[in-house]
């Protein structure tokens, strides 16, 4: 869930040079009732954006149980 809090902080912390040119993994990606990840991919320029989840929903772009996370993470930067 994303509560107004995150979005509030969102707005106040997240910088462009941050995100731009890079990678994003949202871990917990299942949109329940509100997402930063509309305002990351529209504004801030990532070159690309993962979204894992235990369940299929919307905003999820891979379904990955939290057992196998660390094999997931393991296998992409080596």
Known sequence: MCHVS???FFISEARKEEFKG???LE???RYVNGS???MIVNFLQPSQYLGIDIESGPLVDLVLPAE???EF???RIF
């Open 68 to 70: 196998k996370l660390l």
């Open 73 to 75: 993470f393991w296998a």
């Open 22 to 24: 890079k990678s994003v």
């Open 27 to 29: 871990v917990g990606s």
């Open 6 to 8: 995150v979005f509030e």
């Open 36 to 38: 930063v990840r509309p």
